[in-house]
């Protein structure tokens, strides 16, 4: 059975950096063809995809925040960490972590975590 | 990055009606698309992939088409657990989402 699980805080403040772990169970890190991305999704908005790492850890980062974002992953441990600095209210959101089946001629999202909501404050 | 553009934004349907979301990528992406349902508190789940094809476990009353720019994710006979928000995301290259269909009840 696939799980993917997030946690990291609940509450950030503005300028500080975010640091959320992705625990994942049912398949490997290193299994070729999957990988593992975070997205987000504000309150009453769109999903986002902000980064992605593969099983041979090649990264890849959203266009708009890559200066902010380093993805990084723990084989051993099954886990994919995601950081964020210099966080703003902007980015109050619920971060997801997502497996990705990536083959040629298909390429989805077809296993998520739950999700957990970010709220960044003063 | 490629836009993806959703039509409606939301509406409403009662049980058992057959309803279509839209969605137009800004460019061709053959058929990298997928189409997901978001229901508050749960992990998003994948309904149709590359286009047409249906995840595992997945309903038959949820059908995916289209090609190149424009897609159209179908579902018919709505049931109750099926009042949901759905996206559509391109994987034809760095992943985009649409904004999204909240689908409530009439």
């Known amino acids: 059975q696939v799980t993917l699980k997030e946690s990291g805080p609940v509450w950030v403040k503005p300028t500080e950096t975010l640091t959320l772990t992705c625990t994942v169970s049912?398949?490997?890190?290193?299994?070729?063809?999957?990988?593992v991305s975070w997205i987000r999704q504000p309150p009453g908005k769109a999903l986002e995809w902000l980064a992605h790492?593969?099983?041979?850890?090649?990264?890849s980062y959203s266009t708009s925040l890559k200066t902010r974002l380093t993805i990084s992953k723990d084989t051993s441990k099954s886990q994919v960490v995601l950081t964020m600095t210099n966080l703003d209210p902007v980015d109050t959101a619920t971060y997801y972590c997502?497996?990705?089946?990536?083959?040629?001629?298909?390429?989805?999202?077809?296993?998520w975590g739950q999700g957990t909501l970010v709220t960044v404050s003063s | 990055d490629i836009q993806m553009t959703q039509s409606p934004s939301s509406l409403s349907a009662s049980v058992g009606d057959t309803v279509t979301i839209s969605c137009r990528a800004s460019q061709g992406i053959n058929s990298f698309l997928n189409w997901y349902q978001v229901k508050p508190g749960k992990a998003p789940k994948l309904l149709i992939y590359t286009e047409s094809s249906l995840q595992s476990g997945v309903p038959s009353r949820f059908s995916g088409s289209g090609s190149g720019t424009d897609f159209t994710l179908t579902i018919s006979n709505l049931q109750p657990e099926d009042f949901a928000t759905y996206f559509c995301q391109q994987s034809y290259s760095t992943p985009t989402f649409g904004q999204g269909t909240k689908v409530e009840i009439k």
């Open positions: 997502a497996r990705r089946r990536d083959a040629v001629v298909e390429d989805y999202f077809d296993y």
């Open positions: 049912g398949f490997s890190l290193s299994d070729a063809r999957l990988g």
């Open positions: 790492i593969f099983s041979d850890d090649e990264k």
